[in-house]
Every structure is written in C-alpha cells, then in structure tokens.
C-alpha cells in the first residue's frame, strides 16, 4: 500500500528530526529520477533560514549491504575532497548523522525495515535526464568522469567492499540471464525471442572484457559504474561540473564501463526506455564531444589496451543493460522499478536496438577515439 501525503510528510518529519536537523518542514516533493532508490527534495526553516536536504530511503533488495556501501562512499568522498583545491559546499556531499553517529537510519524492522540517509541538496545546480542534444553537457560530463577516474588512481580499493557482487561482470550477467531464460517463471519469454536469440548471438563479444581482466590486459581500477549525466551536477549559470553524486556503485571495475556508460546513456537519440526501437540510434557528434572531455582527463592515466577497450566498453554496457531489463521482466519486475508492465521489455527493447547500432558504428567509435588521441 502506497503511503499517504500525510504519512510521507510525517515520516519526514521523523527522519529530519532523528538527522538533527533544525527548523520545520515547509516543502517536500518526491523526486523520480532513478530506478533503484526512493528520493525526496526536502526544505526546512529554522525561524531564520531555508535549509535544502535530499533525503533518500535505499533499496534493500539491491543493495544488501547499505551500511558497508554507506562506509565506501564516506572513504571515496574523503579520498576526492582531499585532493580538492576548494573546499566550497557545494562541490562535495555531505551526509548527516545521527545522535548515535550514523550517516544512516534503519527504520521499522524485519521484512519491514527501511534504511534511510540525508544529505545536502547542492543549489544553484542542475543534472540532466537526457543530454538534449547539447555537445557541452557530454564533454562536460566527460571531463567529470575523467577526473573522477584520475582523483580515484591512488585510491586503495582493497578498502572497499562490493556493494553488490557481480555489478558489471558481464559474464556471470549472461550465464545468470540464460538460467532465468531456461526457468521462464512467468512464460514471458516468448514475447521476447528476437531479443533473446540477439543476446545469444552476441554472448562471446559481451564476455570479451571480462576475458581480457582474466588474462590481465585490462586493469582494475576505482570505478564509478553508474556514470548517466544525471549523475552530475553542473552549476546552473556556468556548466561548471560541480560533484559526481550516486556513489552507491563506486567499487573495482573498468574504465571503460564507466566511459561507455554515459555512451549509452546519453550520445544516443532517444530516451533510455524509447518505445519505438527504431528511433534509438548512436548520436557520433555526442561520442565524440564526450570521448574528447573524458580523454582529455585520462591521457596520462589509461593504458595502451585501455583506450582500444573504450568503444567495446560502450556496446558492452549496453548490452549488459538489455539483458539486465529483460532478465528482470522475465522474473517479474523485482529489481528496476517500472511505470507500466512492460516497461522493462521496452527498456530492453531500446537498449539492444543502441547496442545494435553501436556495433555497425564500432569503426567510427574506434576512428574518433584514435584520432582524439593523437591529438592530446
Ligand atoms: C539503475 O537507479 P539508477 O538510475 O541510479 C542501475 C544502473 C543502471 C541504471 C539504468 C544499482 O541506476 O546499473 O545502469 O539504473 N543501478 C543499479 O538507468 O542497479
Ligand atoms: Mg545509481
């Protein structure tokens, strides 16, 4: 049962209160961005000021471990502010804690339990949902994850623990696929064949990354792992990328992934979860505004074989993406959080239609990213 107006307002209250934050609630509103955890904008006024928090409930079903991931996220935020020439607010998130000293709060218990957090809202911001089109958000969003992925070189990873195992191993993400495929639970796998038999055709090239780790030609690195340019503020007068948010994922990974993330996410032509296949399409005007910010950060930090893996990173993604949709519309809809029933199908739909055209652009991909190269 969805909760009421007023149980929201007074469970906000509540957490507001057990945060330690002053001053009375005088707005709060839901915000909808994200697949995965429950967010609201949240403004409170103490008598003298208006103070903006984002306070946010974290799926449990996905991330098993919230208070280890709470800790990774306290470590790599320390890690990046203390390589930081300004310390202004707005570049960093700052999490509140509890009386008891948690930057989290678990609510109810058993079945029921929630795990909450709040942090501050950065003002004067602005993220994007899709790149609309605009060259200076992808090279922008390029240099963040760039310099995110630098600050985080000398990171000790072994101080991490896998927020959830597995996130981008490719591999056990088709092996995993094909079980649920053989179950079919639901008997939804019908109305997915060409998407299925795409997928098996395509099961050696997406397992291509993960052999090159085992045989060590791809390094392991502090990566971000949710790199959408949603996941980005930029000040809403100067575009200037302020803070990288969403650091639930922050664990070992490739560089590549990250790259191709926002590839996938945002150098395209049509929303992630686009209905009709046919107008998602690879936007190379965008790829190459983003690989030129994102190189410009990287290029005394990538290896030789890291550079030739950043296009195969962005048709990798994609398609681990699609099976992950589609996986979870065969099982019912468990992990993604959907607005109509098949919206998972849909999602997927449109994102093994990009990868698709990724891989007929792989040449122009790779051409762009040689030749940016080169040039730095
Ligand atoms: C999920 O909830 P959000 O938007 O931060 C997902 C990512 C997907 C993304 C697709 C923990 O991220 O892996 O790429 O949706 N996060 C998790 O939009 O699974
Ligand atoms: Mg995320």
């Known amino acids: ?118 942090y501050n809202y950065v003002e004067n911001s602005v993220s994007f949902e899709t790149a609309e089109g605009r060259e200076d958000v992808l090279r922008v969003s390029g240099k963040a994850f760039g310099k995110f992925l630098r600050q985080l070189q000398d990171f000790d990873a072994d101080q991490l623990v896998e927020s959830i195992p597995h996130f981008h191993d490719t591999r056990y993400r088709l092996e995993n696929f094909f079980q649920v495929v053989r179950e079919d639970a639901l008997g939804r796998a019908k109305s997915a064949e060409r998407e299925i038999a795409l997928i098996r055709d395509n099961r050696a090239f997406g397992c291509s990354l993960c052999e090159q780790i085992d045989r060590g030609e791809l390094p392991i690195r502090v990566t971000h792992n949710d790199t959408k340019t949603n996941n980005v503020l930029f000040d809403r007068d100067t575009m200037d990328p302020l803070v990288i948010i969403d650091l639930d994922t922050c664990m070992p990974g490739l560089a590549c992934y990250d790259f191709g993330d926002t590839v996938r996410f945002a150098a395209c032509t049509a929303a992630e979860d686009e209905p009709d296949p046919a107008r998602m399409k690879l936007d190379l005007r965008l790829f190459k505004a983003y690989a030129e910010g994102y190189i410009s950060e990287v290029k005394d930090v990538l290896t030789p074989a890291e550079f030739e893996s950043l296009a195969t990173g962005a048709a990798v993604i994609t398609l681990e993406l699609g099976l992950r949709f589609l996986s979870d519309y065969l099982i019912g809809d468990k992990y993604f959080r959907i607005d109509y029933p098949t919206h998972n199908l849909v999602r997927a739909r449109a994102q093994l239609a990009l990868f698709e055209d990724m891989m007929r652009h792989m040449d122009d991909m790779q051409h762009i990213i040689h030749a940016l190269h080169e040039i730095e």
């Open 1 to 118: 049962m969805p909760l009421t107006d007023q149980e929201i307002h007074d469970k906000l209250v509540y957490i507001c209160q057990q945060f330690r934050i002053p001053g009375e609630l005088i707005l709060y509103r839901p915000i909808p961005t994200g697949h995965i955890n429950t967010s609201y904008y949240t403004a409170l006024y103490d008598g003298k000021e208006v103070r903006q928090y984002l306070v946010q409930m974290v799926n449990w079903y996905v991330f098993r471990n919230p208070v280890s991931m709470m800790r990774n996220i306290d470590l790599i935020t320390q890690h990046i502010m203390s390589k930081a020439r300004t310390l202004e607010r707005r570049r960093r998130l700052h999490f509140h804690h509890t009386a008891e000293g948690n930057n989290y709060l678990i609510l109810g218990e058993g079945e029921n339990r929630e795990f909450w957090r709040l």
